[in-house]
């Protein structure tokens, strides 16, 4: 089961702590269980891959604006600038001209938490980013539990260690989803 909290008061202040914005308009984190053995920017990895896939892409840059640096690096995850991290937890950044947001992986204690914090540059994130909320906060429990089957994969002795994160297609791909949701079972 994934536990969501969702508005900067319904976080605590240990966990808003790790943002880097001047301010938080918008704050959610989604928390899975799982005793998976990966570092948080395993866990980051996991979720989003090396290099932003076309669903990242049209949802990021298209319609976001976000401005997301290409190619593999290790100073980003899925284009988004690693600003910030500690021995439990990463901080991705991005910006575009109208918004700028964090990604804060935090993983450990037998639990993974995905937090995202945004701070509205401009009036248009205001009304662009609240009808993509809703997207955001029904796609993200199944990206967790995405990353814990990739993690745990991943782990496996002969497992899918070696397989490309670019690869990844997010969200929704059949080729990315565990076994038992590709064949119709519950996520």
Known sequence: MVDAAVGVRALPESFRALGSLPAIDYADRFTLATDAPAAPEQWARAMFGDVPGFAQQVIWRGLLGLRLSRGRSPDTVAGWRVTGRGEDWIRLEAASWFLSGNLVVRAGG???SLGTFLHYDRRLGRRVWPPLSAIHRRLVPGLL??????????ARPGGDRDRPDDDRVWPGDDRDRAPESRKGGIR
Request: overall charge neutral; charged content about 45%.
């Open 110 to 112: 037998g639990k993974v």
């Open 145 to 154: 539990r995405d990353a814990v089957a990739t993690v745990e994969d991943r």
